[in-house]
């Protein structure tokens, strides 16, 4: 089975621009979730899709917003760029169905943001 | 406020003596926990989890302890090998948080030969 994909994996942007990431998940997998990972502070959740809908949300400014087609791919979507954006987005797919699902994690897109 | 610590940075032990890399959290809601391994470069890898109805679970060389009353869990990798040299992420989640994992900001472990 193919793992999860997330393009472009390297992605440089200017203040204000806006940038749009994709990933694509385990084949079957119906969860995708997206992090933001910054030196010294982890993964931060952003949010989670299950079925072309957003069932969890974390604490971002709106400016972060994503979405799931029917496929369960997903894009993650940033507008007005901050310096502060840059970071390693790294997307994550499950089958979705329960509570607690292992994660499988895909490379990553590293954002800079200049 | 960090729901998830993971308040050593860095941890460095000599090939084929225990590695313990250890984890606390203060939302006594979380009831789910996960460990992950990453290197340069790759996203996380799953590792190991445990719910809070067990206090330890095995797997290989891999084995994580939970003390609920101490909101602390520790991983253990005994023996430890060159190849174990990582990032090591703490995960929690509780019931109706769906996929939203509350991660640690990770510990760097260095196996030295």
């Known amino acids: 089975k193919a793992g999860v994909t997330q393009t472009p994996r390297y992605l440089i942007k200017t203040r204000g621009q806006q940038v749009t990431l994709s990933c694509s998940p385990i084949s079957g997998h119906r969860s995708v979730s997206w992090y933001q990972q910054t030196p010294g502070q982890g993964l931060q959740f952003l949010f989670e899709y299950f079925s072309e809908t957003q069932r969890n949300k974390g604490n971002f400014p709106g400016r972060f917003s994503g979405r799931q087609f029917s496929n369960s791919r997903s894009e993650m979507n940033v507008s007005t760029l901050e310096l502060g954006d840059s970071a390693l987005y790294l997307c994550?797919?499950?089958?979705?169905?329960?509570?607690?699902?292992?994660?499988?994690f895909g490379p990553g897109t590293r954002l800079t943001v200049l | 406020d960090q729901q998830v610590k993971q308040n050593s940075p860095s941890l460095s032990v000599q090939e084929g003596r225990i590695s313990i890399l250890n984890c606390d959290y203060t939302n006594s809601m979380f009831d789910y926990f996960l460990w992950y391994k990453k290197y340069p470069a790759e996203g996380p890898t799953f590792l190991i989890s445990?719910?809070?109805?067990?206090d330890k679970n095995e797997d290989g060389r891999f084995t994580v302890f939970l003390n609920k009353s101490a909101k602390h869990l520790s991983l253990h990798i005994v023996p430890s090998q060159p190849g174990d040299s990582a990032v090591y992420f703490c995960?929690?989640?509780?019931?109706?948080?769906?996929?939203?994992?509350?991660f640690g900001p990770g510990t760097r472990l260095s196996v030295l030969p």
């Open positions: 445990i719910s809070s109805i067990k």
């Open positions: 995960a929690a989640s509780a019931e109706g948080y769906g996929q939203n994992f509350v």
């Open positions: 994550a797919s499950s089958p979705g169905g329960g509570s607690y699902n292992e994660q499988f």
